[in-house]
């Protein structure tokens, strides 16, 4: 694949900058050598249009560039982690002096719950520098584990000893030529009814529970087929996949894969991936209306509270206490005839594409794969269809059947069949949950919206953006002065009460200004660059070549 010039196009030879974000974060920076105090503009960092538009378009371009990098890699990428930097160092050294005096003051018998709290920020910040994996090293609790005998309604599937690498297959044309194809799939959720324009025929015979449990759990469905895809695929198979809303409303995947394998050989492996919910049955509706289970912090029970708990749930009607989360699956492992809550399947629309490097089509698929990312899953695609008040009487009953529909183990709907959630709390409320799979703008799906595996381009997002703003810096003849000293600066948010706080209408007027000079330098050196004359932007309103 020909490289790009720039990291913000492949397409456009003179260079762009986007757009400036519309709400800024105002932060106030310390310097606590010097005494002096600095405001910035932080962009807002969203990824929604509704929210900010402009940030929501750099994420886009952002994604579209690491989709772009890692597609047709034709070497190995070198998995080796960066050098953990002083900051980074510093965060682990506080968190085990933390960690030491939590365990001290637990051996004492003090409350341990201010520490924890502690700890849980500490490691949020650990993560936001940058570093992967879990402190502690690995996991805190024991997985549940249940026969893995496959379903016999599912097809078998091959399996291929597998080879240490992450490309696909080259073949050479009569001319000598290598060719490096590389697939792009796109999987569906299947059928719940007939539709029309994404609308329901018949909304009265549309299986709208099966469409909000597979919405619920489609990102393990995904999970499940990269899994089969690597069995049967023989190489450590990379991609990098969008969740993306239908017409319909339901959740379906565009997937770009490095390497190729037969057409027929991926429809086969999605007809065999499946995933079971075992979760307890919600059958039986056992309370419901002004007949809900009471909390109670003094509940008599024969063993210690579960962790996180605080608590009990009781039959208004009985005083029985109601099932735990865990005591709940317990009884769901003893019974021999037990059945998953769900099985969730892909449906029979499969769609495999080759691409080659470099081709129309590997811009257009791109394309495709970021289409929609600043979409939230509830949003009309076409704001001008004529069937818009239809598709919102669609997403309506959506919702309203997901709304006792459990989305996690830590959902309060499971007050409603009997069984309390993991890690109850008082206040609780069967058809409330705050969970993002309830929320119109989701309709079900709470998973990521991007997924890219550890060795697509061998870089973070994070790092993604560095090269952007490297690229920029370098052109623009600019000291790159982001290594400095982690202890000098304190940041602070500038409250909306801050009487020095600077009005969002100066702050906007700045960044216009530094924005047309960037832009105005940019022209500049490309021009220069492709030795052609200098453009006169003197006569373009606001905007002036920077000395």
Not at 280 to 286: A, F, G, L, N, T
Not at 308 to 330: F, H, I, M, S
Not at 444 to 453: M, N, P, T
Request: with cysteine.
């Amino acid at each position: 694949m020909t490289p790009c010039r720039s990291p913000w196009t492949s397409r456009s030879r003179s260079p762009r900058t986007t757009a400036f974000c519309i709400r800024p974060i105002e932060l106030r920076r310390l310097d606590t050598h010097t005494g002096t105090s600095e405001s910035f503009n932080i962009p807002c960092g969203a990824t929604q249009e509704a929210k900010c538009p402009p940030c929501a378009n750099r994420n886009r371009q952002l994604r579209r560039a690491q989709c772009r990098e890692g597609w047709h890699l034709d070497h190995e990428p070198i998995a080796e982690p960066n050098p953990s930097t002083e900051d980074q160092r510093w965060l682990i050294e506080f968190r085990a002096d933390v960690q030491a005096k939590r365990d001290e003051a637990e051996r004492d018998g003090e409350d341990t719950l201010d520490w924890d709290e502690a700890i849980a920020g500490i490691d949020a910040e650990i993560n936001a520098a940058g570093m992967r994996g879990n402190v502690l090293g690995g996991r805190t609790a024991p997985k549940r584990s249940r026969s893995t005998r496959r379903r016999q309604d599912a097809p078998d599937l091959p399996k291929r000893a597998k080879q240490d690498t992450t490309l696909g297959r080259t073949f050479i044309a009569s001319d000598g030529k290598v060719y490096r194809p590389s697939l792009f799939v796109t999987l569906t959720l299947p059928s719940y009814g007939r539709v029309r324009n994404g609308v329901p025929v018949n909304p009265s015979t549309y299986d709208y529970a099966a469409a909000a449990r597979d919405a619920l759990h489609f990102s393990k469905l995904v999970d499940r087929f990269v899994q089969n895809l690597r069995r049967v695929a023989g190489y450590d198979v990379q991609y990098f996949a969008s969740v993306e809303p239908q017409k319909r409303l339901a959740p379906h995947l565009h997937m770009a894969i490095r390497g190729t394998m037969p057409r027929a050989e991926v429809k086969a492996i999605a007809a065999a991936t499946y995933h079971q919910v075992w979760w307890p049955s919600i059958d039986e509706v056992r309370f419901d209306g002004g007949h809900l289970p009471v909390w109670s912090e003094r509940a008599e029970r024969a063993e210690p509270y579960p962790d996180g708990q605080a608590g009990d749930y009781l039959d208004p009607a009985t005083g029985e206490l109601l099932p735990t989360w865990d005591e709940a699956l317990d009884q769901l492992g003893t019974d021999e005839a037990a059945e998953p809550l769900h099985v969730v399947r892909f449906g029979a629309q499969v769609a495999v594409q080759g691409v080659l490097a470099g081709s129309p089509d590997a811009d257009q698929c791109i394309g495709y794969l970021s289409k929609y990312l600043t979409k939230s899953l509830g949003d009309p695609l076409d704001p001008e269809d004529p069937d818009n008040h239809a598709r919102r009487d669609h997403a309506t009953r959506m919702v309203e059947a997901l709304r006792y529909e459990p989305c996690s183990p830590t959902c309060p709907n499971w007050l409603r069949y009997g069984v309390q959630p993991k890690g109850a709390k008082a206040g609780m409320l069967p058809g409330r949950c705050k969970g993002k799979a309830h929320k119109a703008e989701h309709l079900g799906y709470a998973g990521r919206r991007v997924l890219v595996s550890r060795k697509w381009s061998n870089k973070t997002l994070r790092e993604h953006k560095q090269d952007r703003r490297a690229w920029v810096l370098d052109m623009l003849g600019l000291p790159d002065d982001t290594v400095t000293d982690p202890h000098r600066y304190v940041w602070r948010p500038v409250s909306s009460k801050d009487p020095n706080r600077t009005p969002l209408a100066k702050r906007l007027l700045r960044e216009v200004a530094n924005r047309q000079r960037t832009r105005a330098r940019l022209i500049e050196l490309q021009a220069r660059a492709d030795g052609l004359p200098v453009p006169d932007l003197s006569a373009t309103p606001g905007l002036e070549v920077a000395a």
